[in-house]
T-cell receptor, first 112, second 113 residues
Framework: GGIITQTPKFLIGQEGQKLTLKCQQN?????MYWYRQDSGKGLRLIYY???????QKGDLSEGYDASREKKSSFSLTVTSAQKNEMAVFLC???????????FGPGTRLLVL | GEQVEQLPSILRVQEGSSASINCTYE??????FPWYKQEPGENPKLIID?????ERKQTQGLIVLLDKKAKRFSLHITDTQPGDSAMYFC????????????FGTGTSLLVDP
């Protein structure tokens, strides 16, 4: 088995601030994903990376940057936090496309 | 892109009865349909999936049906237990962009003992 860790667990930011979320997996999976989960809106794909050094935009990429530093890690940056924003950011990994995605515990973001 | 609609958003049933969740999709090229369960405070976990070469799949009290003509797929939980109470998400992806899963908005299932 493997595990996905996300840091930090909770993130409180200020409006306009640049915030970085980190994700690590030890499954040795090629593909990693970042989703945003809002209440009542399901999970929406922000960025994904098919393999190391690859980066693909999802449906919600505006306002975010991502970086796949190495196979095991994938980070997400909120380029300018929006006031009163509150969401959970979930990282996931899979062997490849259309394979089981394993999710991390999430980072809960609150912007004051 | 793909759009997935999921209904109902809230479902409450008695223990021992069955529960059904329905999803529709738009992209006729979609060929992979997983279902994820998310318990309160936990991360989503895959519980069952179906690919377009099948119409029905069953595992451990879960049945998934796929109607490609109607672009509809559904999850049926038989003999529900209180432990089945959770959020359930359907999703779809197309082979040509198989990495991109589009999720439904979720169904909150509550099983009353």
């Amino acid at each position: 088995g493997g595990i996905i860790t996300q840091t930090p667990k909770f993130l409180i930011g200020q409006e306009g601030q640049k915030l970085t979320l980190k994700c690590q997996q030890n499954f040795n999976h090629d593909t990693m994903y970042w989703y945003r989960q809002d209440s009542g809106k399901g999970l929406r794909l922000i960025y994904y990376s098919i393999t190391e050094n690859d980066l693909q935009k999802g449906d919600l990429s505006e306002g975010y940057d991502a970086s796949r530093e190495k196979k095991s890690s994938f980070s997400l940056t909120v380029t300018s936090a929006q006031k009163n924003e509150m969401a959970v950011f979930l990282c996931a990994s899979s062997i490849g496309g259309q394979d089981t995605q394993y999710f991390g515990p999430g980072t809960r973001l609150l912007v004051l | 892109g793909e759009q997935v609609e999921q209904l109902p958003s809230i479902l409450r049933v008695q223990e021992g009865s069955s529960a059904s969740i329905n999803c529709t999709y738009e992209n006729s090229a979609s060929n992979y349909f997983p279902w994820y369960k998310q318990e309160p405070g936990e991360n989503p976990k895959l519980i069952i999936d179906i690919r377009s070469n099948m119409e029905r799949k069953q595992t451990q009290g879960l049945i998934v049906l796929l109607d490609k003509k109607a672009k509809r797929f559904s999850l049926h939980i038989t003999d529900t237990q209180p432990g089945d109470s959770a959020m359930y998400f359907c999703a779809a992806s197309a082979g040509d962009m198989g990495y991109k899963l589009t999720f439904g908005t979720g169904t909150s299932l509550l099983v009353d003992p």
